[in-house]
């Protein structure tokens, strides 16, 4: 929209010069496009209005205001935390966007007679010690491998533990000391906990001391078993050592590198805890066209440290990769959220210059990565394209499969290909009922009809629509679309059918399009038939693994769960009443009539049911 439908002169005469926060909205939806802090609104404000502006973003930015709205705060700090709120919720798209949503992972340990070292994410609710947050998933997992070795600490479910009568495997492994059978004392295992919670705070120096002292106690008592076990420890300790290239001196700080190349960006955050590198982590915001490094910078920090929660340990010392003007009302913001002061620094010296150049060095290689990555997936796209010879761009493609066993629990499913390659959050599953059981064509025709019949226009319908199966399969779908498009006037996607080969072997796929019956032979190394694979393998996993977990809570279903009238509080009677489920189904209809709450009526339904 342009500057004479909004007008900002009669704007810019009410607005206050305090500090806040402002949303502008587009004009046709009334969309917030944008969230902005000022310390002063009315000089800030003003700037987007000025004759020259200094950027394209900020150009196509202003051309599409409808209105502005404000909220005025006490400090330029409040309105830094206000504003990360407000691109929270609202997700403009001329903002920069930082989608991480995933909780961190910890290590947890029990706070039990014999502790439990295991993986945690999710809120901390169950009493014990929290190690982290750790990047990934991948770094506990390798953290709790390393400990097994290190330390016999038990890694078992508790339920496990508690049902033990012999030691398990993991004892035989030198893993676990079988603290569940009494293969170690109360005071010796948790000498052993002591050691692996001084490990996991990064005191490794302190935990071999302890150790070295342990063995020579051991020696003088002539326990030479004890002693060698203690000997092995501080082996491993000192090897652990050696490969974790501590550096002590560094304590607790984020170091951060950012890369930009072909309007996309990558930040990459380097965690020191301890004196060690606890493990690192890229992110890729959403960055809109012309975006500086500085408001890319600002903006990932505030979102990264600001969004965080109690879940967000964050350190005394973040490392930046350059300068930042706002620094200090940055500082004051993150502090005020983390209840702890906070520095940010960007020039630094020794081992924090080694860790900031690393930084840089893996956020450049983890977007070079990315922006080949989507080279690649876009020249299979193109080639594709030239493929079909199509006249418009593929900008989204959908797969259909079907996944049964033996025609039990049959699912459909479909999956989605947009510009960058599978998009997941639109993925769908179809359970299939009311055909011939391992009808793959009725089952097909199902799932298409419920996807297509509710279309109402060409834009919600895929570039090319794929289906997993020969010609059998292609005739459903060419009859679905010409009963549901049809009649509503909408032209038909291109339909391919992709055909196994020979021995399903990769390669020997045969292409049918729809309607022509045309046969495409493409080469077993075409960039085009590989990403025609790809949809197709990736449309055959999500029906299977939809198959299984439908089969799967069938058959751990009761027969009781499947009997109309029969809630969670008869089966509870049935079953202690008459003294478990074989007891029951031997029971005559009379018995049954005598549990409370079971008329004979119900009690006729339930023999029935246990009969069949």
């Known amino acids: 929209m342009s500057d004479t439908q909004f007008d900002s002169r009669a704007f810019l005469k009410a607005v206050t010069s305090q500090p806040g926060v402002y949303r502008m909205y587009d004009a046709p939806g009334g969309t917030v496009i944008y969230v902005g802090k000022a310390k002063n609104l009315k000089k800030r404000l003003s700037s987007y209005f000025r004759t020259q502006l200094p950027d394209a973003k900020t150009q196509a930015l202003v051309a599409q205001i409808g209105h502005i709205e404000v909220t005025v705060t006490h400090t330029e700090t409040e309105a830094l935390i206000l504003e990360h709120d407000y691109i929270k919720l609202y997700m403009p798209r001329y903002n920069v966007l930082l989608r991480d949503d995933k909780s961190y992972p910890y290590i947890f340990l029990s706070d039990h007679r014999h502790p439990k070292l295991g993986f945690h994410r999710g809120p901390r609710r169950a009493k014990g010690r929290y190690f982290g947050p750790f990047p990934n998933g991948g770094a506990v997992r390798d953290s709790l491998h390393l400990m097994q070795k290190l330390f016999p600490i038990r890694q078992c479910e508790d339920s496990y533990y508690r049902a033990r009568s012999r030691p ?19 005071q010796e295992y948790a000498e052993q906990v002591k050691m692996a919670t001084l490990f996991l705070q990064g005191k490794n120096l302190q935990v071999i001391e302890q150790l070295v002292k342990w063995m020579e106690r051991a020696s003088a008592e002539l326990k030479f078993e004890k002693a060698a076990l203690y000997r092995d420890q501080i082996q491993a300790m000192r090897t652990v050592q050696e490969q974790q290239g501590v550096h002590g001196s560094l304590g607790a700080m984020d170091i951060l590198g950012v890369s930009v190349d072909k309007g996309m960006a990558c930040c990459h955050m380097l965690f020191i ?18 975006t500086g490094r500085e408001e890319l910078l600002a903006s990932f920090l505030m979102q990264f440290y600001l969004g965080g929660g109690e879940e967000r340990q964050v350190p005394a010392e973040i490392i930046l990769p350059h300068e930042l003007a706002d620094v200090e009302v940055l500082q004051q913001a993150i502090a005020q959220r983390c209840g702890h002061k906070v520095r940010l620094k960007h020039s630094v010296r020794s081992d924090r210059a080694q860790f900031q150049r690393l930084a840089a060095t893996n956020a450049a290689t983890a977007l070079a990565s990315r922006v080949a990555h989507k080279s690649t997936i876009a020249d299979r796209y193109r080639l594709l394209n030239e493929v079909l010879e199509l006249t418009h761009p593929i900008t989204r493609m959908e797969c259909f499969d079907i996944s049964h066993t033996m025609g039990e629990r049959t699912v459909a499913s479909c999956v989605v290909f947009d510009g960058e390659g599978p998009a997941k959050k639109e993925y769908r599953r179809y359970k299939i009922d009311g055909i011939t059981p391992g009808d793959d064509y009725a089952a097909m025709a199902q799932a298409l009809k419920r996807r297509f019949e509710k279309v109402t226009d060409r834009a919600n319908l895929p570039t090319i629509l794929f289906i997993d199966g020969g010609r059998g399969q292609l005739t459903q779908a060419e009859t679905i679309l010409e009963e549901t498009l049809s009649p509503k006037g909408i032209a038909p996607p291109l339909v391919i059918g992709v055909a196994k080969g020979e021995g399903r072997k990769p390669g020997l796929e045969t292409l049918f399009v729809g309607f022509t019956r045309e046969v495409i032979d493409l080469p077993a190394d075409s960039p085009a038939l590989h990403l025609i694979q790809h949809i197709r393998d990736e449309a055959h996993r999500f029906a299977i693994s939809g198959h299984r977990a439908a089969r799967g809570k069938a058959r751990s279903q009761s027969t009781l769960e499947q009997i109309p009238g029969i809630g969670t509080k008869r089966r509870q009677a049935l079953l202690k009443y008459l003294g478990g489920m074989q007891e029951l189904k031997r029971a005559s209809v009379e018995e049954i009539g005598k549990v409370p709450g079971i008329s004979a009526e119900l009690a006729q339904k339930i023999r029935d049911a246990l009969r069949d």
């Open 168 to 186: 398990c495997l993991q004892y035989q492994l030198k893993r676990c000391s079988a603290p569940c059978v009494g293969k170690i004392d109360d």
């Open 273 to 290: 805890r301890e004196g060690k590198i606890l493990g690192s982590r890229s992110y890729f915001p959403k960055l809109p066209s012309d």
